[in-house]
């Protein structure tokens, strides 16, 4: 089965780059998505076609893809970005879940 | 601002039929395609299926036996049955909107927590 695979943590300093990976990807004319989801709440697309960021997404979230890996970073984290991101791409236009990185900002 | 809201019971008993609904506010349903998405308790994500205004349909094929969707355009809302509960349904079943297939999710709801217990 198809199966994403994403690291189960990525610890950051404030204000440096958090860097988390997505492989596993298969690329065609579907493109990678990143969620954040904080603890109690729902997920929020925060990457799509992946590097564009939705309205209200600030500009230190970027995404990027080489070979079979996606990748989310986040330039100058902050501590409201410690969360869960899940990323999400698509496997014959059945959806996939990758199975998510807790970021912690130390 | 289009928001959705998921309703239904938190608990239901094994070998029952889990049953929610999603109201769609903000934006008329007959448009886009109304998905279900799952979280068991300190897990990952799980994306159950989706229904088109239109009525076709797309799910996930390790839960496709027990999944049955419905939307209903005249309340604007969008149903998921899921039969046979056992323990491992236990999740926080989210109602998600795409702007086409295949597209991210770019609304959800709250979510509710759904308990198969006896």
């Known amino acids: 089965s198809y199966e994403l695979i994403q690291p189960p943590s990525v610890s950051v300093s404030p204000g440096q780059t958090a860097i988390i990976t997505c492989s596993g990807v298969?690329?065609?004319?579907?493109?990678a998505c990143w969620y954040q989801q904080k603890p109690g709440q729902s997920p929020v697309l925060v990457i799509y076609e992946d590097n564009r960021r939705p309205s209200g997404i600030p500009e230190r979230f970027s995404g990027s893809s080489s070979g079979n890996t996606a990748t989310l970073t986040i330039s100058g984290t902050q501590a409201m970005d410690e969360a869960d991101y899940y990323c999400?791409?698509?496997?014959?236009?059945?959806?996939?879940f990758g199975g998510g990185t807790k970021l912690t900002v130390l | 601002q289009v928001q959705l809201q998921e309703s239904g019971p938190g608990l239901v008993k094994p070998s029952e039929t889990l049953s929610l609904t999603c109201t769609v506010s903000g934006d008329s349903i007959s448009s886009y395609y109304w998905n279900w998405i799952r979280q068991p308790p300190g897990k990952g994500l799980e994306w159950i299926g989706y229904?088109?205004?239109?009525?076709?349909?797309k799910y996930n094929p390790s839960l496709k036996r027990r999944v049955t969707t419905s939307v209903d355009t005249s309340k604007n809302q969008f149903s998921l049955k899921l039969s046979s509960v056992t323990a491992a349904d236990t999740a926080v079943y989210y109602c998600a909107r795409q702007s086409y297939d295949p597209s991210p999710f770019d609304y959800w709801g709250q979510g509710t927590l759904v308990t198969v217990s006896p």
């Open positions: 229904i088109h205004y239109s009525g076709s349909t």
């Open positions: 298969k690329w065609g004319d579907k493109s």
């Open positions: 999400q791409a698509w496997d014959s236009s059945l959806v996939v």
